[in-house]
């Protein structure tokens, strides 16, 4: 699996954690940015990562994205088509993130969680399988939300 990486200036350290922890675990790690000591606005990452991540192949790529509270880079991934990035802080959240919503980009932030929150939550995001069912029902309905009021 590739995993897209992405943060401003309030998630860089938490995201160079998080780096650390997906490489030791043999997944793909890219990094878009940004990098050390920069102050950013989280708008132009996420938009760097979120059209990285429309360009992959849709079953091998995710996203996780680091801003200071995780809710800025998701209102601004969530803008490209076929992104579900949802902000999650508990393990619990991140779960039903990927069982209910299939969400295919986890927003965290750095000024929220530790590393070891923030590494439970990302180890139960990755090991989670969306369920379908009812639940692809509704996000076919989103996808077609898209399609109606994102042209
Ligand atoms: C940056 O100070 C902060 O506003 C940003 O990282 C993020 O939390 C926005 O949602």
Do not use: Q
């Amino acid at each position: 699996m590739r995993i897209i990486l992405a943060s401003d200036h309030a998630g860089y350290g938490l995201k160079t954690e998080i780096a650390s922890f997906l490489s030791g675990r043999g997944f793909d790690v890219v990094d878009a940015g940004c990098g050390p000591g920069e102050s950013v606005d989280y708008v132009d990452y996420a938009a760097k990562a979120a059209a990285a991540l429309v360009r992959g192949d849709r079953d091998r790529d995710r996203a996780i994205l680091f801003c200071g509270t995780g809710m800025g880079m998701a209102l601004a991934a969530n803008k490209f088509k076929g992104v579900r990035a949802t902000p999650c802080w508990t393990v619990f959240t991140a779960e039903m993130s990927r069982k209910h919503n299939d969400a295919n980009c986890l927003t965290l932030g750095g000024r929220v969680l530790t590393p070891a929150e923030a590494e439970a939550i990302v180890a139960v995001w990755l090991e989670t399988s969306f369920e379908g069912g009812r639940h692809l029902r509704r996000v076919d309905k989103i996808r077609r939300l898209e399609d109606e009021h994102f042209k």
